[in-house]
C-alpha cells in the first residue's frame, strides 16, 4: 500500500510564496517522476511541474515546468526521504488551486504504478 501525504498550502497574499511538500511512503522501490497538478474551480487538472530521477544524489534530475509558473516555481525531490517539494515565489491570485502531488514508482516485483495524493488547498489573495 502506498501513502503520499501533501503539507503546505494555505493562503497567502499576492507576491508572497508557499512550499509544499509530498511524502511518499509503502511498497515502493524506486520512484522514477514525481509531479505537482493543480486544478482551479471550473478548470481541468494542469501539469504544474516534474522531476525525474537522478539517483540516491539527486544528481541529474531533470525538471519541467508549465509556461505560466516557469521561474516562480521549483520543483526538487530529496530521494532518501522519498518527497517532492514545491517552492512557489511571486504568487498570483491565478495560482489558487487545489495543488496535488502524483508519482510513477516501481513496486519490488518492478510493477509500475501512478499514484495520486489528495491534493492541498493554495489560496492566493488580491
Known amino acids: 500500500q502506498v501513502q503520499l501525504v501533501e503539507s503546505g498550502g494555505g493562503l497567502v497574499q499576492a507576491g508572497g510564496s508557499l512550499r509544499l511538500s509530498c511524502a511518499a511512503s509503502g511498497s515502493i522501490f524506486s520512484i522514477r517522476v514525481m509531479y505537482w497538478y493543480r486544478q482551479a474551480p471550473g478548470k481541468q487538472r494542469e501539469l504544474v511541474a516534474s522531476?525525474?530521477?537522478?539517483?540516491?544524489?539527486?544528481?541529474?534530475?531533470?525538471?519541467n515546468y508549465a509556461d505560466s509558473v516557469t521561474g516562480r516555481f521549483t520543483i526538487s525531490r530529496d530521494n532518501a526521504k522519498k518527497t517532492v517539494y514545491l517552492q512557489m515565489n511571486s504568487l498570483k491570485p491565478e495560482d489558487t488551486a487545489i495543488y496535488f502531488c502524483?508519482?510513477?514508482?516501481?513496486?519490488?516485483?518492478?510493477?509500475?504504478?501512478?499514484?495520486w495524493g489528495q491534493g492541498t488547498q493554495v489560496t492566493v489573495s488580491s
Open positions: 502524483a508519482i510513477n514508482y516501481t513496486d519490488y516485483l518492478w510493477n509500475e504504478y501512478d499514484y
Open positions: 522531476v525525474g530521477s537522478g539517483g540516491s544524489t539527486n544528481s541529474g534530475d531533470s525538471t
